[in-house]
């Protein structure tokens, strides 16, 4: 069983930053590809970006590629999304990801069908 929990949403001004934090149970934590999703009221799951097992590789959406920068700190069990320039349809629920078969697999996946667990999920909201 893994654990995901969020941290660091809130509300901010177009334009603004906020860094994303998720913190992972379990001891295998560097075998597992992570990714960030969202969810916006009325609309459909939109993958925001992940990152690989070791770090190497991370993955985008072309909404947030070069505002946003996903990070992770093995020794410390969690990643980051640390979103910069953010704009009003940025506001959404943000989800962190575990796909625990990710260094099996050797995959960063970008469809939520590809991850395992789940966090509670974190409130941003971008005023304009």
């Known amino acids: 069983q893994v654990q995901l929990v969020e941290s660091g949403g809130g509300l901010v001004q177009a334009g603004g930053s906020l860094r994303l934090s998720c913190a992972a149970s379990?001891?295998?934590?560097?075998?597992?590809?992570m990714g960030w999703f969202r969810q916006a009221p009325g609309k459909e799951w939109e993958f925001v970006a992940a990152i690989s097992w070791s770090g190497a590789y991370t993955r985008y959406a072309d909404s947030v590629k070069g505002r946003f920068t996903i990070s992770r700190d093995n020794a410390k069990n969690t990643v980051y999304l640390q979103m910069n320039s953010l704009k009003p349809e940025d506001t959404a629920v943000y989800y962190c990801?575990?796909?625990?078969?990710?260094?099996?697999?050797?995959?960063?996946?970008?469809?939520?069908?590809?991850?395992?667990?789940w966090g509670q999920g974190t409130q941003v909201t971008v005023s304009s």
């Open positions: 990801a575990a796909d625990t078969y990710g260094r099996i697999r050797q995959r960063v996946g970008v469809g939520p069908s590809e991850y395992d667990y």
């Open positions: 379990g001891r295998t934590f560097s075998n597992y590809a």
